[in-house]
């Protein structure tokens, strides 16, 4: 008996390992790559000691702060996924109030329609979208004012905010990855774990649907809002397509459409490129460690007790 069960931990504890070597190994050859010379990196590799630089190059970490406007680009890349995950977060949690708690006519319509727009693709509403945000400005007129370039002096710099509306501002790049149908659902099927009776007592408690949804439903939901905010922030960070389809100049363009600079038609600085992967690796790592509690821990809410109120 004592052998059985030895045995499954062992077997437990090998798939863990062999997970985790599975999941690390794309970061570890990432990292080593961004510390190898150029011409380390077509060199046949002959045992372990082959795959690792001869001499670490550290100086390509600095480099890629030297050749193009990094920072600026980090800083886009922190207001855009900040901004996203909080508006996502609020959003999801309204609509998610809406249509699990409270009681209206169409409910059931609206989810209905909302699992169908689940079902359309990135891809076909891409186009429609960018001609949305290109054409507002001419729409609400004068195009002058929304489409003018706002710059914030910083000291004897300038920093650029883009403009208002249209292309280049940073509302096209926060308003469209800010609507989550999935994060939606993912508030609507915890927030009907949440007891009737002790939303029942809320209500008689703060005489209105606002105070319940702040003072109750929200306290209670926390973990699940930790999750949706933290994979808001983790799909902006690492977004590519949209930041790169609506953006036309370099002070608006974001960290992964900024790593473009290291690749050229004929060759590519790949240890450049992949210390800048790895730079952009390291904030959503922090994010997760900030809001790990929230995301892993309590994530279904479970018999909630009616003496929380």
């Not at 045995?7 to 990432?30: K, N």
């Not at 000691?49 to 680009?73: L, S």
């Not at 050229?264 to 900030?290: D, E, K, N, R, Y």
């Amino acid at each position: 008996m004592v052998y059985n069960r030895f045995c499954r931990m062992a077997l437990w504890l090998l798939a863990g390992i062999l997970l985790v070597i599975f999941f690390i190994s794309p970061f570890l050859w990432m990292l080593v790559t961004s510390l190898k010379a150029d011409y380390e990196l077509f060199e046949t590799i002959s045992g372990i000691t082959g795959f690792f630089p001869e001499r670490p190059q550290w100086h390509n970490y600095r480099d890629v702060f030297r050749q193009i406007p990094f920072v600026r680009y980090l800083a886009n890349s922190l207001v855009v996924a900040l901004a996203s995950a909080l508006i996502e977060t609020v959003l999801a949690a309204t609509a998610a109030y809406g249509l699990s708690i409270l009681r209206w006519r169409y409910r059931a319509v609206a989810r209905w329609l909302l699992s169908l727009a689940w079902l359309v693709p990135f891809s076909v509403v891409l186009i429609p979208r960018f001609l949305i945000f290109a054409l507002l400005p001419d729409i609400l007129g004068p195009a002058d004012f929304w489409s003018a370039w706002r710059v914030l002096p910083v000291g004897e710099n300038e920093y650029f905010l883009g403009r208002l509306l249209g292309l280049d501002s940073f509302l096209a790049l926060v308003l469209p990855g800010s609507i989550s149908i999935t994060a939606t659902f993912i508030l609507i099927t915890t927030m009907q774990r949440i007891p009737s009776s002790l939303l029942e007592i809320a209500y008689l408690d703060t005489a209105s649907a606002f105070g319940v949804f702040w003072r109750v439903v929200l306290p209670l939901i926390k973990p699940a809002l930790g999750t949706v905010a933290f994979f808001a922030f983790l799909s902006s960070w690492q977004g590519f397509t949209w930041p790169l389809v609506i953006t036309s100049t370099l002070e608006m363009q974001t960290a992964p459409v900024g790593l473009r600079a290291f690749q050229s038609l004929h060759s590519t600085q790949w240890p450049l490129l992949m210390a800048g992967s790895v730079i952009l690796t390291l904030p959503a790592i922090g994010f997760l460690f900030l809001a790990q509690r929230y995301v892993v821990d309590r994530f279904q809410l479970v018999d909630l007790p009616e003496n929380r109120m």
